[in-house]
């Protein structure tokens, strides 16, 4: 956050919380996989600094829980004129693959954010100084933690709050910051704009009053927020699991280097090879040679073996010692992210993922749907927002209080196959077309009406066929 936006909050009476935007900080460098100077930069026990290889695992529990939130579709719970409106705001506006990745920031930092603003509008002041918007374009405008100020927390939910951002724009920086507050249940919308120097650009700078729906909405980890002064911000869930990102790491560097470290080693005494000599003869490898031996010398060297014209040294890839500190770092990383001890753990010889895991043991379906209900509650203020901007500045008349359904992909906490052929089964043991109709809808990917006429179709070749033999 630039310094501007934090002297004008102050200046406004407003303050911000810098630790929360500390450990949102360090999370955001784990998802990030950025190094941790601390942590990835060593020094070896020679005084020689190394860095360690980072295996950027956060980033993996983060996408592997953004999968169990993904959306299919949005859409009004009865018929209504606002259908084509949704569909147009989401699609115009990347919702699928924004959304997708304000999810894995949730898992990630814990809290997301976004407001709705008018794009190409025409700023119009009455005679009382009063500033409204006439036209343009409804936009979306997605925020990341590190950019939202929560300013009024009213029962645990974000009433005020303001969002800002840095940009490049012909070359030089520019930073906006937008305050939404409320006065007598009607908010307002306060842009200010400031420049490379952090000078407030009055030309750019604008206040709207709006209305009593709120204009922003704020995503976060449904899992409550342990840490002390997060007001308004949720849970980071890499944060607490820091220690086993860390414990990761070390083990990959572990197996790294005996892997590094793995190749034969052909010890070969001067006296049995066929060595040249240069010019003050002194014997040498060639570089063909020294691919696969090292010299040892006349005397054949102190090794301590007996053997000392031809000597291999093979070392060891330590994999059961390494599997199995791999396997308890797993488990507690599992464990302290919410979903028990076999979220990520060796199974035959390879990683069973969260998703897989889900799929059979559904252990983490009551906090899913928990998480589910903030990504809903969070869409449907988003559009409601939408609505009432439509409404206002755009003269329709969409219902801003309409009830959403929000359908969620479950093919990650559902075996398919399964859940198929108990369709299939059902289809056959009972006598009711609809089941069979639901059938052929998954089975096949077709659409209600395809189905409901294949049935149809079967039914009337069946009662065809047996007029045909009561007529025998």
């Avoid at 934090?6 to 460098?29: F, H, P, Q, W």
């Avoid at 012909?170 to 007598?184: A, S």
């Avoid at 704020?218 to 949720?234: F, K, Q, S, W």
């Avoid at 080693?265 to 020294?290: M, R, S, W």
């Amino acid at each position: 956050m630039k310094d501007c936006v934090k002297a004008y909050l102050e200046r406004m009476g407003y303050s911000v919380n810098t630790n929360a935007l500390g450990i949102i900080k360090v999370c955001d460098d784990w998802y990030s996989n950025r190094i941790i100077t601390d942590f990835h930069k060593r020094k070896n026990l020679n005084g020689v600094e190394y860095e360690l290889r980072r295996m950027n695992f956060t980033k993996r529990c983060c996408a592997d829980d953004a999968n169990l939130c993904e959306i299919i579709s949005v859409s009004p719970e009865k018929e209504s004129a606002s259908t084509e409106f949704i569909n147009k705001l989401l699609t115009g506006n990347r919702f699928d693959v924004r959304y997708r990745e304000q999810l894995e920031k949730t898992s990630a930092t814990g809290t997301v954010g976004a407001y709705i603003y008018l794009s190409g509008a025409d700023y119009l002041e009455d005679a009382e100084g009063n500033i409204s918007a006439k036209g343009g374009k409804i936009r979306i405008n997605y925020v990341d933690a590190d950019c939202i100020i929560p300013l009024t927390v009213d029962n645990n939910l974000v009433t005020e709050c303001a969002f800002c951002a840095t940009n490049l724009v012909r070359g030089k920086e520019k930073t906006t910051l937008v305050i939404f507050t409320k006065e007598q249940e009607r908010y307002k919308a306060e842009t200010v704009v400031f420049d490379e120097l952090g000078n407030k650009v009055e030309a750019e700078s604008v206040s709207i009053q709006l209305g009593d729906v709120k204009p922003f909405a704020i995503m976060r980890n449904a899992e409550v927020n342990n840490l002390d002064n997060m007001t308004g911000y949720g849970l980071p869930k890499v944060y607490n699991s820091i220690p086993f990102f860390m414990a990761v790491d070390l083990c990959y560097n572990i197996l790294y280097g005996d892997l590094g470290k793995g190749d034969k080693q052909v010890f070969i005494n001067e006296l049995l090879a066929c060595i040249q000599k240069d010019k003050n003869g002194n014997p040498y490898l060639t570089p063909q040679q020294k691919e696969v031996f090292i010299l040892l010398g006349q005397d054949g060297g102190k090794l301590p073996e007996e053997k000392t014209l031809v000597q291999e040294y093979n070392p060891e890839i330590r994999i059961e010692q390494i599997t199995k500190a791999f396997e308890l770092v797993l488990s507690l990383l599992s464990m302290s992210f919410g979903y028990g001890t076999k979220k990520y753990t060796f199974e035959n010889g390879r990683i069973t993922t969260a998703t897989e895991y889900m799929g059979t043991k559904q252990d983490s379906v009551q906090e899913l749907n928990k998480q589910r209900k903030q990504a809903t509650d969070y869409i449907t203020d988003i559009i409601h927002a939408a609505m009432w901007f439509s409404n206002t500045f755009l003269s329709t008349s969409y219902d801003v209080s309409e009830q959403l359904s929000v359908e969620f992909d479950d093919s990650y906490i559902i075996d398919k196959e399964s859940e198929l052929e108990r369709k299939r089964s059902d289809a056959l043991s009972f006598d009711i077309p609809k089941l069979t109709i639901w059938y052929l809808m998954d089975a096949y990917n077709i659409s209600e009406e395809e189905a409901t006429a294949m049935v149809m179709q079967k039914q009337e070749e069946e009662e065809q066929d047996t007029g045909g033999e009561e007529m025998d």
